[in-house]
């Protein structure tokens, strides 16, 4: 049976921060401070009993493309759309060729494969009707500390970016049926 570990994603301070909880659901292991401007998503690891916390990363979304930056210390990661149509993102840095896709149609949830060999690293669930819970991220096996603050990067940058766009979507269908009832 393959092992994974459950992290839970919960909303702080009136969802301007992101706390990941290890599967106990107390213990913080990276909090996410949210901000409108650029860098929109900064990443930190949670203190622990040896070290301080530090920034693993921050991410910032391009305003009239899908573009996503990744700026971490470290090896660089790049993370681009598949194609245009697609709302699938290819994940590249240090020995990592992954792609964040979802795990259904007309869902928001998502899953990690690892391109060379297939094989799904994590999986996101949504939690859709809860207020202060962001979702469930199943790690699959038993990444190192590098790997897995890339995983948290990448599918924080790429659930954020749902986010914005399902936002930015329904604006623009509230703004386009306002016009409608206004004629």
Do not use: C
């Amino acid at each position: 049976m393959d092992s994974h570990r459950e992290l839970h994603l919960y909303y702080r301070d009136g969802h301007s921060r992101l706390d990941i909880t290890d599967s106990d659901k107390h213990t913080v292991l990276y909090t996410v401070h949210r901000a409108s401007s650029k860098p929109h998503l900064t990443i930190f690891r949670a203190p622990s009993a040896s070290t301080g916390g530090f920034i693993i990363g921050q991410v910032s979304f391009h305003h009239f493309s899908s573009g996503i930056d990744l700026d971490r210390p470290g090896p660089p990661l790049a993370m681009r759309k598949t194609s245009k149509m697609s709302s699938n993102y290819e994940v590249h840095g240090n020995s990592i060729n992954w792609r964040w896709e979802r795990a259904r149609a007309l869902t928001s949830n998502i899953r990690l494969v690892d391109n060379f060999g297939g094989g799904v690293l994590a999986r996101f669930e949504n939690a859709s009707f809860s207020v202060k819970k962001q979702g469930t991220l199943s790690i699959l096996g038993r990444p190192t500390w590098d790997m897995l603050d890339a995983i948290i990067i990448t599918g924080l940058a790429k659930i954020e970016y749902q986010r914005r766009s399902s936002s930015a979507q329904s604006g623009a269908i509230n703004a386009s049926n306002l016009a409608v009832t206004n004629q």
